[in-house]
Each structure stands twice: as structure tokens, then as C-alpha cells.
């Protein structure tokens, strides 16, 4: 495991490299592999792009992100313009079922997504789209992944098939187990990007609503 100082100094390298974050405005300390991320930033965007950048670091194991979200313009995007704003993102979006969700905006700048769509990989775009819009602040995501019902042996056929096509190398590691339309998911992987995969070919499979991930990191 790396030593805290070289944690630390990694995560703020992967926050200079992307280019969706103003590292300078971020602060980062590590202990035992937890990172914990402070600062101010503009928009929602940002602060879940550090997050994101700092579980892509080797040696990362949780992120505590106390970023705070201040916009820096001088004039705020009215709820009107936010909602605007919201429908053009999900209409623009082909792997999100527009016309199945919809939103509210209030407190300057607060999402609520509803509906129903069918896999919680679309549920997790729509949020995604909303988020990067300018004058959102935060996004409630209360889309519920419905659909018809699918057999607990057909489900884990399915998902165990999408991984030997996304991770063939770690799909030996990773067990599948399925309750119901929940999804657990334990094993290891060897890095945050594998993690994503893995729980993006279970999140993508029509039936699953709910995953329970209890993989682990291990280089």
C-alpha cells in the first residue's frame, strides 16, 4: 500500500490531469487509502469529477468529497432557465428515455428527477446529463428502474455473460449473486476503472434494480 504522502500527492497529479476539474481549488489529504477531498468549486460537475478522479488513483479505497458547490457567476439561472435547461439535456440524449422522466426545480438551482425507466444504467445518465447543466446545485434522483420481472437464474446468466464480454480477465474473481432483482456483487478487482466496469455490465442489465457491491480493490 502506498505511504499517505504519495497518496496524497497521486490524487492531486489525477486532479491536475483532468481537464473537467480547477485543481487549485481543491484540497486533498489522505490517511490508510482514505482520501478526503475539500475546497469550493462552481458546480455540481466539478465536485463529482474530483471524486471520480480520485477513485481512478491506485492505492485509493474510499473518498470523503466535503467539496462545496458556490457559484462564482454574478447573476444565477432562474428555476425557469434550469428547467429549460434539464429537458433540452435529456431530449438530446439518445440513451435516456426523455419522455419517461421528469423534473423539478426549485431553491435556486435544486433537480428532482421522477419516473420510470428500464435499467439503472439510464437511470444513472439522466442524473449524469442534469448534473454538468451550469446552475444546478444538487440533483435528487428519485427514477425507479421498472420493467417486467426477470428469473433469478436468467438474471445471473445474463450478467455473468456481460462480464465475461466487459472484464473477461476478472470475471473468474467476481461472484454473482442474485436475490430477487438485487444484484450482489463481491470479488476483487484491480483498479476503480474495472470496478465501473463490472458494476456497469450489471447496471445495464434489464431486471437488475438494485445492486449491492461489495467488490474490493486489490492491485
Not at 500500500?1 to 476539474?21: C, F, G, N, P, Y
Not at 444513472?124 to 454538468?132: C, G, N, P
Not at 421498472?146 to 470475471?171: D, F, M, N, Q, W
Amino acid at each position: 500500500m502506498k505511504i499517505d504522502s504519495q497518496l496524497k500527492t497521486d490524487v492531486m497529479r489525477e486532479l491536475a490531469w483532468d481537464i473537467h476539474i480547477e485543481e487549485a481549488a481543491i484540497g486533498v489529504s489522505a490517511h490508510h487509502g482514505v482520501v478526503t477531498l475539500n475546497g469550493i468549486v462552481d458546480c455540481w460537475a466539478q465536485k463529482h469529477a474530483a471524486e471520480e478522479a480520485a477513485h481512478r488513483v491506485a492505492g485509493v479505497l474510499d473518498v470523503a468529497n466535503e467539496i462545496e458547490i458556490k457559484p462564482s457567476w454574478i447573476v444565477t439561472r432562474s428555476d425557469a432557465d434550469i428547467a429549460e435547461a434539464v429537458r433540452g439535456a435529456l431530449t438530446w440524449n439518445r440513451f435516456v428515455p426523455e419522455q419517461q422522466i421528469r423534473s423539478t426545480v426549485s431553491d435556486h438551482g435544486t433537480v428532482t428527477l421522477t419516473g420510470t425507466v428500464r435499467t439503472l444504467a439510464q437511470r444513472e445518465e439522466a442524473e449524469r446529463v442534469v448534473r454538468e447543466l451550469a446552475g444546478v446545485r444538487y440533483v435528487t434522483n428519485q427514477i425507479t428502474v421498472g420493467g417486467p420481472s426477470v428469473a433469478e437464474g436468467a438474471l445471473h446468466e445474463t450478467i455473468k455473460e456481460a462480464l465475461e464480454r466487459h472484464v473477461a480477465r476478472e470475471a473468474d474473481r467476481i461472484t454473482v449473486d442474485v436475490q430477487g432483482d438485487t444484484v450482489v456483487l463481491s470479488g476483487r478487482v484491480a483498479s476503480w476503472r474495472e470496478r465501473r466496469a463490472v458494476l456497469g455490465a450489471a447496471k445495464g442489465t434489464p431486471g437488475v434494480r438494485r445492486i449491492d457491491d461489495r467488490l474490493r480493490i486489490q492491485a
